[in-house]
């Protein structure tokens, strides 16, 4: 079982390689904010990162790639990069090159030009961190968006207006989501509305993840495995949109707006989603207790027999274990 498990991971992991290889396969462009010790644990981002204390020092990379696929490219040019305390006050950061190792396009490992900027939490609230990235290449300005939280209910910042050409808004407070949780917004343009916008949204995958996963995506939908990776919705007549986050992670919310001297403007949120809460049971409890009980029942009617000479030998537990037996392949089924 162990090891046919292994062997169906390698194959879906070759696939994935292959058919990243072969298709050139290809979804949305993003600027990714990770929160981070250091650039060795950048890509094993989660949602905690994005939670801070008082006095912290928060670092956080700028990366540039797909961040569903876990592919990474060079970023052309220097990010700007300001973070909004809970006050109102805009701090300008200083972005660091550096980098980092990833995987490019073909599935090869590399090394890729990213940013770091850091920043002193010193205030309770939200702090925005903003981005404002130029890529020549992709005709594509990025102007995201991401918030580190700090307080027990110090819930305010979160939702602040920054004034940046393009900009998400968003409705609900971008923390303490679950997965399956709908998130909303209104995308900005120069302050207004953003309407009948595509808005591409997309998870992040740590590398194995990603390459495992589209493989499978390769398997499933060979028609179109990218309408997997990037999903789409759009802005209604007030700018405002709605998506629901599915999974755990960390997602890309990107609304496109106009082009201006052939550089498409985009305004992207990043929302950090959490497991289910409270957690889900790991295995189901009931079904292994009533293995259990069922066992019991059967080894019995080898000691009823003995009594068998004092009279009914124990007909009662015959229907008892098929009454059993039938729950087990009920619950058994309603687990497929
Ligand atoms: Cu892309």
Redesign the pocket.
Known sequence: MKREKVATVAAILLAGTLLAGAVGM????FTMIFPSDSEDTVWGVTPEDYIAELGDTKTVYILWG?PYEHISFDMASVPKVSVRKPDGTVEQLTAEKLTIDSMDEDGNPGTFAAYKASFTVDQRGDSVVAVKYEDEG?KLVDYVKAVIHCGEEEWSGWDAELGEKAEIVPFTRPYGLEEGFVYTGTALYDGSALPDADVEVEMYHPEAEGVAVVGKAGDMFPYDPPMMFTRVTKTNAAGEFAYTLDEPGIWFVGAYGPEVEGLTQRSVFIIPVLEAFPPKAAAPTGLEELKTRVKALEEKPATEKTHAAEGAPGFGVIPAILGLLTVVYMIKRKER
């Open positions: 290809a979804s949305a462009h797909h992709e």
